[in-house]
């Protein structure tokens, strides 16, 4: 990978797996500026993961998409942003944790519904009445 910064050469000096190994972290160490940064390398879901859409027809399943949810859901949060990363970390987690490459839609919303409702009542709510137009499950 090349250094954001100077364009260097950068190598990997330390490398985890996320405990259910769909995504690897990695810090890296520019050779030429020292400039330490770090990389998420994760699966690219529109490419393996389909839904079938309310409207019909499949549609790839797109991190940015359910990024975009949840992040709304979180309502102005000062952190909405990292949380909203983490959340959508979980939330794949859980889609892919159903191990099947096509789901119906409301597979998809139910974990992020769930993810939303165990780290904050009102998220989970906010997104029901955002993306479903209701209030319950
Ligand atoms: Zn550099």
């Known amino acids: 990978m090349v250094c954001p910064i100077c364009g ?3 190598e990997v000096s330390n490398s985890r797996k996320r405990r259910d190994g769909f995504s690897v972290w990695r810090r890296r160490r520019c050779r030429n500026c020292s400039n330490v940064f770090t990389t998420v390398e994760q699966i690219a879901t529109e490419s393996i993961i389909a839904f079938e859409a ?5 549609k790839p399943l797109r991190r940015s998409d359910v990024y975009v949810s949840v992040f709304k859901a979180l309502g102005g949060l000062r952190t909405a942003s990292l949380t909203a ?5 979980t939330c794949f ?23 939303l409702s ?7 709510q906010r997104y029901l009445l955002n993306e479903l137009g209701r209030t319950a499950v």
């Not at 990363?85 to 970390?89: A, G, H, I, M, N």
């Not at 165990?118 to 989970?124: D, I, N, T, V």
């Open 85 to 89: 990363e983490q959340l959508t970390l």
């Open 54 to 58: 309310a409207e019909g027809g499949l």
């Open 8 to 10: 260097g050469n950068a």
């Open 118 to 124: 165990a780290y904050q009542s009102l998220a989970g």
């Open 93 to 115: 987690d859980k889609i892919l944790g159903e191990r099947t490459a096509v789901l119906e839609q409301r597979t998809i919303e139910k974990h992020i519904f769930e993810t």
